[in-house]
């Protein structure tokens, strides 16, 4: 079955440490999105790339970094420039196409203490 | 630039009441209008989308939303709900502008309301 995996689903880091998030999708799609969630907040928009090799930020990009070096993959790095990086992380694919909907991984959740 | 507001954050209902789930968005272009439901600790799906046509939008598990251009909403009803209903629900919005440009999938997406359905 396609769908979009994140690794791993828990992890825990100190403060201080970088820290990278997997995202992998086998569902050809070209566009790839990193949401940030917070309990009574929603969902933010970290990164996003419509291409291979090119990637945009969204609203709340700093203290993070992103690579799209292979269509498959997506990976976001929580650096240590990151002043809140406890968090739900999600990813998400689409299609590139107007109306095309989003499909989520199962996301990760960070604590750093 | 858009806006979503979900104007309940927790709605309890008792199985087999009906809800809704409402929603309003702010935006200078037209839009297009998604529901996710997310249950713990799972990503995001797709409940329905409005995208044009008609009004009424039907989804999956028995959901269904309005469209109201005027009045800016965008509200989630089930006539019927169950126990296996208990998640948190998400409005999103895409304007047009965004949309035919380079920004597929940059949704603004609502604070989120937990829908707990008790027995």
């Known amino acids: 079955d396609g769908g979009i995996t994140q690794s791993p689903k828990y992890l825990f880091r100190k403060e201080g440490q970088n820290v990278t998030l997997s995202c992998e999708q086998n569902l050809n799609h070209d566009a790839m999105y990193w949401y940030r969630q917070d309990p009574g907040q929603g969902l933010r928009l970290i990164y996003y790339?419509?291409?291979?090799?090119?990637?945009q930020k969204g609203d709340i990009a700093e203290g993070y970094s992103v690579s799209r070096e292979k269509k498959e993959s997506f990976p976001l790095t929580v650096t240590s420039a990151q002043k809140n990086p406890t968090a739900f992380y999600l990813c998400?694919?689409?299609?590139?196409?107007?109306?095309?909907?989003?499909?989520f991984g199962n996301g990760t959740r960070l604590t750093v203490t | 630039a858009q806006s979503v507001t979900q104007l309940d954050s927790q709605v309890p209902v008792f199985e087999e009441a009906p809800v809704e789930l409402r929603c309003n968005y702010s935006?200078?272009?037209?839009?297009?209008l998604f529901w996710y439901v997310q249950y713990p600790n799972q990503g995001l799906q797709l409940l329905l989308k409005?995208?044009?046509?008609?009004?009424l939008v039907k989804g999956i598990n028995g959901f269904e939303a309005e469209f109201n251009k005027s009045q800016t909403s965008f509200h989630l009803r089930k006539p019927s709900v169950h126990i296996s209903d208990t998640a948190e629900y998400f409005c999103?919005?895409?304007?047009?502008?965004?949309?035919?440009?380079?920004?597929?999938?940059?949704?603004?997406f609502g604070q989120g309301t937990i829908l707990t359905v008790h027995p």
């Open positions: 999103a919005v895409s304007d047009l502008a965004n949309a035919g440009g380079t920004s597929y999938g940059k949704l603004t």
């Open positions: 409005y995208l044009s046509g008609s009004t």
């Open positions: 998400a694919s689409s299609i590139v196409r107007n109306n095309s909907p989003l499909h």
């Open positions: 790339s419509q291409i291979v090799n090119d990637f």
């Open positions: 935006s200078s272009v037209s839009v297009y």
